[in-house]
């Protein structure tokens, strides 16, 4: 009976985890023109390879870690959004696990669209090392502990807050601050970006001047251990 209860909380949390996932995934928008290029076990499209190698180059951890890069038309609520493939949380081990960050392929802005690799390059290298630091995150993560992890993402303010200043803390911890700060100040002060979409930056992840004083700390501990 206890199995069965655990079974089925689990099933609950995993349909919560995917619900909200699938409902705006259904849809494949990969087109079958675009190029990839394959770079320790990594997929990644051609025309932001260079920014994401660079990116990757922070995080020696993640060399081995199977990770495809795919565009999509939108990503409700997000520029990208790094996942693991829900068959990887239960058929591979949490060693083996393979994720996807899925990238908007044009940003929708007033005067049109905006391909994503014409974001300014240093905050486009924090943009994707944002979401390295949340698959840095999930390797500490169990698939049962993922799988509560997505519900409780989806359910409370203060899970995404955690979420996302951790994923922030590993690539400011990487020494990616000065990317993590332009690409903070390239959404914040851009007026193409919706006012929702500012208030959640500005509501849900570290801030500029915590991003500053983070850095700072680092700093210092790197100059004390010299
Ligand atoms: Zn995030």
Redo the contacts with the bound molecule.
Sequence with gaps: MKYLVSLLFLFGSFYMFISPLTSFSQTDDSNVDDEFIEYQNKSIPVEIAEATIEALSYFPELEDVSIDFVYREKIKGAVMQAQPYLFSLFVNGKNSRRYKIKVTRQLEFAEGYYPIEQVPYDALVGWIG?ELG?VMDYLNRSSANMMHFGARYFLSNKRVIEA?LT?DGYAIGCGMGHHILANKNYILNNENFEDDYKDKIKNLYMSPDQILTLQKVLDDKVERQN
């Design positions: 944002h949340h996302e994923a």
